[in-house]
């Protein structure tokens, strides 16, 4: 789900292209290094977002009344957030004037490199499905964490699934996985997310409800859980647009 201005000035829309098969390139060092524990909530809340409209030449110009969007804060917060960024490796904001005689912000991000060894993928469709404006801030710093430590095993999904098959199968099944498997140990979880553990069953809750992750159960003494690639539900765009309406008039 993409978006599309009415018109220069009205705000933006979500559409219905949900599952784009597009990813955003998180660099694992923004949360293995701790960088992403210290952010304000705010800025962890529109990171993603910046993330998502990063242009093959790094570059991205969503407005802020568009990162508080997709985003679920406010243009205020979202401010903040961006404010929060500076100093985050690989993160520049660049100021400019508008013809209009506006300030506005252009953003640049490096990317990592495209391997798992430097790279969290994280899929547009939890942006464009509305279901990362709807989670929770606690939600939203542990997501990314989960996915830095989920990892995926062709045995037990297979067996998950009810699927057979052949070694030579196993790169196919993988680039069509509806899920990873994430056990991290709750400290670690809560270390890197910048959280209590206290707060941690609230994010899950959130994580859960808009159809992010499923728990499993205990697997090798810890809980573990399914962190899915795509949400498996997303919000309807007319439902999304009308709260648009609401908001904005």
């Known amino acids: 789900m993409g978006f599309k201005p009415e018109s220069p000035y009205s705000p933006f829309q979500w559409s219905d292209n949900f599952n784009n098969g597009l ?9 293995e290094q701790g960088y992403w524990a210290k952010l304000r909530t705010s800025s962890q809340a529109i990171y993603p977002s910046i993330l998502k409209f ?26 903040k957030g961006v404010q929060g960024l500076e100093g985050l490796p690989g993160f520049r904001k ?7 005689g506006h300030t506005i912000y252009n ?37 990314p964490v989960l996915k830095c430590f989920a990892s995926w095993d062709i045995e037990p ?15 196919e099944i993988y680039k069509g996985r509806k899920y990873d498997f994430m056990n991290a140990e ?3 979880i809560c270390e890197l997310a910048g959280i209590t553990k206290k707060s941690l069953p609230n994010a899950y809750r959130s994580l859960i409800t808009n159809h992010i992750i499923e728990p499993l159960g205990l697997y090798e003494g810890r809980n573990a859980c399914k962190i899915f690639v795509t949400p498996t539900q997303h919000y309807k765009r007319d439902w999304l647009n009308s709260e648009l309406k609401k908001r904005y008039g």
């Not at 110009?61 to 508080?68: I, V």
């Not at 660049?94 to 209009?100: G, N, P, T, W």
């Not at 999904?157 to 790169?171: G, M, N, T």
Request: net charge positive.
């Open 23 to 31: 990813h955003s390139r998180m660099a694992r060092e923004i949360i």
């Open 54 to 79: 990063i242009n093959k030449n790094g570059l991205a110009f969503p407005s802020l009344r568009t990162l508080a969007i997709v985003s679920g804060v406010t243009e205020k917060t979202a401010g």
């Open 94 to 100: 660049i100021r400019k004037i508008s013809r209009h």
């Open 107 to 143: 953003y640049t991000i490096k990317e990592p490199l495209p391997d798992y060894q430097h790279t969290i993928w994280f899929s547009h469709s939890y942006i464009n499905g509305g279901n990362w404006s709807k989670l929770n801030p606690t939600a939203k710093a542990v997501l």
């Open 157 to 171: 999904y297979c067996e998950l699934e009810e699927i057979e098959y052949i070694p030579i199968e196993h790169r």
């Open 186 to 188: 709750e400290a670690n």
